[in-house]
């Protein structure tokens, strides 16, 4: 069976992910693992935590927990490490064929430590996609998709994954070059020619292209997901001359994830 990766505080921030991470379970036929970090000595190991054994640490926590996933009938279970949450996710997301990782966006115990800079690099070196949560997004169907991109040849596979989650929800796929100021015509021209490329992959469902002019790619992103209703923004990992220009130097978690409240999808490459 396939695995969700959700790291976890089991704070009510952090249920935000979890709900999301369920309904996406449920939709695929996957197990929810939720993974959350203790303070110990025993490292490099991962601990099932069952009612007989959960660590007094987070007892309270985890009953609140418990009681939020009584109504779901999706399959999911608890590991806990003494590591750093951020190398935990990364090393049991590569032994345990984890087909995507959710995480939320703060939290309280343990979870600091992930977010802020950390979140960046769990989502450039994972090698499955990771979904940032940010926000109560219902039963996580995701209608209207955006695919921000510099559409290179190394994005096309990341690229045909996403088509395939996509038509999960039957989803209206956007696809999106943003130019700024500097831009030129041959630029443009040859982003369509691109964009329409991809299109070409998403076969059975609605695909618009679209290029977009503002100050900055950053906030072009920002001002179309919000303007159109944008259920879900993906990007690829790796895309450093895209991202420079789309940062201004910096990372994507600086800018879109700590600035859209919308939930982003990064897939490797």
């Known amino acids: 069976m396939k695995k969700i990766l959700i790291p976890t505080d089991f704070s009510e921030v952090a249920s935000f992910a979890e709900k999301a991470a369920l309904s996406l379970a449920s939709r695929i036929g996957a197990e929810a693992v939720f993974l959350t970090c203790i303070k110990g000595e025993d490292h490099g190991k991962f601990f099932q935590m069952t009612e007989e054994n ?3 640490k987070v007892k309270e926590a985890f009953e609140a927990f418990k009681s939020r996933r009584q109504l779901t009938d999706s399959p999911y279970s608890v590991v806990y490490t003494h590591d750093k949450l ?3 996710t990364q090393q ?8 995507l990782l959710v995480m ?3 939290g309280t115990y343990g979870w600091k430590q992930l977010w802020g800079s950390n979140a960046q690099k769990v989502s450039r070196l994972a090698d499955c996609p990771v979904l940032i949560v940010k926000n109560e997004i219902g039963d996580a169907a995701f209608r209207n998709i955006l695919f921000a991109s510099d559409f290179r040849k190394e994005s096309r596979k990341p690229f045909e994954s996403l088509y395939e989650f996509a038509q999960l929800f039957g ?12 831009t030129d015509g041959v630029e443009t021209y040859l982003a369509t020619k691109k964009m329409n490329a991809f299109k070409d992959v998403c076969q059975g469902l609605k695909v618009s292209t679209h290029m977009l002019g503002d ?8 001002h179309f997901a919000n303007e159109k209703n944008i259920d879900l923004v993906a990007m690829v990992s790796h895309q450093d001359g895209f991202f420079k220009k789309l940062l201004r130097g910096g990372s994507v978690s600086e800018t879109l994830i700590n600035r859209l409240e919308k939930p982003i999808l990064v ?3």
């Open 54 to 56: 959960v660590p007094m």
């Open 86 to 88: 951020t190398e935990a």
């Open 92 to 99: 049991y997301a590569a032994s345990h064929e984890v087909a």
């Open 104 to 106: 939320g966006s703060s």
């Open 171 to 182: 989803a209206h796929m956007h696809l999106a070059y943003v130019t700024t100021i500097e």
């Open 215 to 222: 100050v900055n790619a950053a906030l072009g992103v920002e």
């Open 267 to 269: 897939l490797p490459v």
